[in-house]
């Protein structure tokens, strides 16, 4: 029995050594940050890398197919901060993003559309009393600010 145990010993001793040689890691998802975290471990010397993925294909949000001649791109609409951000710093002089504050259209009870300077000075002076917060589509300030 002594012996069987030194050996389930030694085996998880030298399993946890050969881990901290060459660990075993998994990514999920093989979007940009999927393929941008292999690849930086990769460079960095880390080769025993496994990369999870749902959809047939890699890519995630990025989905572009061949439209005639051409292509089309079905998804990635949006680049996400400025700091460390590889898309940003690769489009950032292609003149093509925008603004990412997106502001609903407002109209008062009669359904009739609030003038666009004014709706952007209302929720600026709303955010600054309430914080950026999420309406939903479907509803009102002021049913959010009863909610509250």
């Known amino acids: 029995m002594c012996s069987f145990l030194y050996l389930v010993f030694s085996l998880l001793f030298l399993s946890r050594v050969n881990c901290f040689d060459d660990p075993s890691i998994v990514i999920i998802g093989a979007g940009a940050a ?13 080769k025993n890398i496994t990369i999870l993925e ?20 079905l998804g990635a609409q949006w680049c996400h901060g400025q700091e460390n951000n590889v898309v940003y710093e690769m489009v950032k002089d292609l003149k093509i993003l925008k ?7 407002l109209c008062h009870s009669k359904r009739k559309l609030i003038d666009e300077k004014f709706s952007l000075k209302l929720i600026e002076i709303f955010e600054t009393l309430y914080g950026d917060v999420n309406i939903d589509e479907r509803g009102s ?8």
């Open 34 to 46: 999927g393929i941008a975290a292999a690849t930086k471990l990769y460079q960095n010397g880390f």
């Open 54 to 73: 749902a959809e047939n294909r890699i890519g995630g949000r990025i989905y572009s197919l061949q439209f005639g001649e051409t292509y089309i791109d």
């Open 99 to 105: 603004d990412d504050k997106m502001y609903p259209r």
């Open 141 to 148: 300030m002021g049913e959010y600010l009863i909610k509250q």
